[in-house]
């Protein structure tokens, strides 16, 4: 995949998490997938790459959504 293709695919896939996740801001947001970045890649936001970064931000909603369906399986 081309740089500007993945770069475009980051921002859609943020935009996506935002909604999914709407009483995080944005600061939150992007904090809390570095930090998922650095834990997968060794890599931060200031140094990963666009696709490291986005595999950060898929894994961040699996993740999320997957915490999501066990606390409504356990109600």
């Known amino acids: 995949m081309r740089t500007s293709e993945t770069r475009a695919d980051v921002f859609a896939a943020l ?3 935002s909604e999914v996740i ?3 801001r944005t600061g939150q947001l ?3 997938v570095g930090e998922l970045c650095s834990d ?3 890599r931060g936001l200031w140094d990963a790459d666009d696709d490291e ?4 931000v898929w894994q961040f909603r699996r993740n ?4 999501v369906a066990e606390r409504h399986e356990g109600a």
Not at 53 to 56: G, I, K, Q, R, S
Request: no cysteine; aromatic share 4%; glycine share 4%.
């Open 53 to 56: 970064l986005l595999e950060a």
């Open 30 to 32: 992007m904090a809390a």
């Open 40 to 42: 997968l890649h060794g």
């Open 15 to 17: 935009q996506e998490l």
């Open 22 to 24: 709407p009483e995080m």
């Open 64 to 67: 999320y959504e997957e915490a």
